[in-house]
C-alpha cells in the first residue's frame, strides 16, 4: 500500500458522500442564518460537517479534527482533518454552482493530503503529497504562462483582495493581465491546478480555505505564498500561481523570496 493510500481513499469517498448530502439541500428551498463575520450558514453545513467529521473520526480515531462550522476533535497522532463542509456557501445560499467539499490533512504542520470536490460539475481534484494531483483521477499541472500579459487572473471576492493586498497592485494586476475571471476561491484553485487560470488572489481566508490548495499547488506544480513570504495556511491570504509567474509576481507585490 502505498503511503496514505487507505487515508486517500476514506477522504475521497467521504467528500463524495457529503457532495450528495449538499446536493440535496441545493435542490431545495433552504433557508440560511448568519454568523457573527456576516457570512452564510445552513442546515447543509452543519450537516455535512458532521456526516465529514464522524466517518473520518471513525476511520482515524487517534487524528485531531478541525472544521469551519466548530468541528473540534484533539489530536493523539500528530495528525488533524481540516474540513470546510461546503466552501462558498455564498454561492450555495444563491444556487450557483461553484461551490466545494474541502478535505485536508495535516501532518507535522505540512499540509500530505488535500481534496476540492465540486459535485454542481462532478469535478473532485485531489492531490497527495509527493503523489501528485489529479482531477477525477486523471493528472493535471499548472499552466507553463511565464507572462502577465497572457495570464489568466482570478480573485476569491474582490473586497478582501482589495483590503488586504496593495491595492494598486491589484489594480495593475487586473489591467495587465490577459483577462479576469472570479468564479469561487474553490473553483478558482482548481481552474489554476488544471493550467486554465494562471493566478489566483485570496485575501481572506481560514486555514480550512487554503489547506487543500497548498498541497494542490505543490503537486500541480503551482507557487503557493503569503504576503509575508511564507507558504502558511493561517496568514489569512494568499497567491496561487503557475510556476513561471512566481518571481515576477513577488515582485509586483513586494513579497520577499
Known amino acids: 500500500m502505498t503511503q496514505l493510500q487507505s487515508e486517500t481513499e476514506v477522504a475521497l469517498d467521504v467528500a463524495r458522500a457529503a457532495g450528495r448530502v449538499a446536493l ?14 456576516l457570512s452564510p450558514v445552513t442546515v447543509a453545513d452543519r450537516e455535512c460537517e458532521a456526516l465529514i467529521t464522524s466517518r473520518l473520526a471513525a476511520a482515524f480515531p487517534g487524528d485531531g479534527i478541525v472544521g469551519e462550522e466548530g468541528a473540534r476533535l ?11 463542509p461546503i466552501d462558498g456557501t455564498r454561492d450555495f445560499v444563491r444556487r450557483a454552482p461553484f461551490w466545494a467539499v474541502q478535505i485536508a490533512l495535516e501532518q507535522a504542520s505540512r499540509v500530505v493530503l488535500g481534496i476540492i470536490y465540486v459535485p454542481t460539475v462532478d469535478e ?10 489529479f482531477l477525477n483521477g486523471k493528472h493535471i499541472r499548472a499552466s507553463a504562462t511565464t507572462r ?16 488586504h493586498l496593495p491595492a494598486e497592485t491589484v489594480r495593475y494586476l487586473t489591467e495587465t493581465c490577459w483577462t479576469v475571471r472570479s468564479y469561487s476561491g474553490c473553483y478558482d484553485v482548481t481552474m489554476v491546478a488544471r493550467g486554465k487560470a494562471d493566478i489566483w488572489l485570496s485575501g481572506s481566508g481560514m486555514e480550512w480555505d487554503y489547506a487543500p490548495a497548498r498541497v494542490i499547488a505543490a503537486e500541480c506544480g503551482a507557487a503557493f505564498f503569503t504576503m509575508d513570504g511564507t507558504d502558511r495556511i493561517d496568514r489569512n491570504n494568499c497567491v496561487l500561481c503557475a510556476p513561471g509567474l512566481e518571481a515576477e509576481l513577488r515582485r509586483v507585490l513586494g513579497v520577499p523570496s
Open 148 to 163: 502577465l500579459d497572457k495570464a489568466v487572473l482570478t480573485v476569491g471576492s474582490f473586497k478582501y483582495v482589495w483590503g
Open 74 to 84: 484533539p489530536s493523539r497522532s500528530g495528525r488533524r482533518w481540516i474540513i470546510d
Open 124 to 133: 473532485l481534484v485531489h492531490a497527495v503529497a509527493g503523489a501528485g494531483c
Open 24 to 37: 440535496d439541500y441545493f435542490a431545495s428551498d433552504i433557508a440560511d442564518e448568519e454568523k457573527p463575520d
